[in-house]
């Protein structure tokens, strides 16, 4: 049953402390994406990768880091620096992470995780 | 800076009654358009998309949309609404620059629909 994964669905955490959030993907993707969602916002880009071992910051990246070096899995680390860490978190994937020309490859979501700094 | 406007933040409705959700953009050059849906409590999905071609997309369980480019605008529509379309629907784009596959998600909009 191909299709994206994160865990937990639910985190809490105190203040000042760094917490990771997986993201596992089983479609052979090669592009990977992590959004925060606030209520009234929408979704926004903390970082995309579209290679493994490849990735850059999206529109939020500031308090965030990603690593990327298997290409199933794409997990985001909340640091302490990020000052209102508490939001809804999506990741999503896509066959490839360029859109030549009229190109589009359509992003598949996860789940999501929710995560509350306590 | 690209942006993506959704005019109303919540919509409640009743069944049978007609959907009309906004969505305008800003970005002069060509996109690629979306509304997603995100049922409480399931993934955020895709209804629909536009690329190119007629500009009255279908997508799916009877949703419609319509491009019109001198509006810059990418009205969702359904001509009858059902309790099961209780969700909030997100208008997204993408800009067609040859660079990474980027989306630009508007604020989302809430739709309740009562029986």
């Known amino acids: 049953d191909g299709g994206i994964t994160q865990s937990p669905k639910y985190l809490f955490r105190k203040e000042g402390q760094n917490v990771t959030l997986s993201c596992e993907q089983n479609?052979?993707?090669?592009?990977m994406y992590w959004y925060r969602q606030d209520p009234g916002q929408g979704l926004r880009l903390i970082y995309y990768?579209?290679?493994?071992?490849?990735?850059q910051k999206g529109d939020i990246a500031e308090g965030y880091s990603v690593s990327r070096e298997k290409k199933e899995s794409f997990p985001l680390t909340v640091t302490s620096a990020q000052k209102n860490p508490t939001a809804f978190y999506l990741c999503?994937?896509?066959?490839?992470?360029?859109?030549?020309?009229?190109?589009?490859?359509?992003?598949?979501f996860g789940p999501g995780t929710r995560l509350t700094v306590l | 800076a690209q942006s993506v406007s959704q005019h109303n933040h919540h919509v409640i409705l009743s069944e049978a009654a007609s959907l009309e959700l906004g969505c305008n953009y800003s970005?002069?050059?060509?996109?690629?358009l979306f509304w997603y849906v995100q049922y409480p409590g399931q993934h955020l999905q895709l209804l629909l998309k536009?690329?190119?071609?007629?500009?009255l997309v279908k997508g799916i369980k009877g949703f419609e949309a319509e491009f019109i480019k001198s509006k810059f605008s990418f009205n969702l529509r359904k001509p009858s609404v059902q309790w099961s379309d209780t969700a909030e629907y997100f208008c997204?784009?993408?800009?067609?620059?040859?660079?990474?596959?980027?989306?630009?998600f508007g604020a989302g909009t809430r739709l309740a629909v009562h029986p």
């Open positions: 990768s579209q290679i493994v071992n490849d990735f």
């Open positions: 536009y690329f190119s071609g007629d500009p």
């Open positions: 997204a784009v993408s800009p067609v620059s040859g660079g990474y596959n980027k989306l630009i």
């Open positions: 970005y002069g050059g060509t996109v690629n």
């Open positions: 999503a994937s896509s066959i490839g992470g360029t859109s030549g020309g009229r190109g589009y490859n359509e992003q598949f």
């Open positions: 479609l052979n993707h090669d592009a």
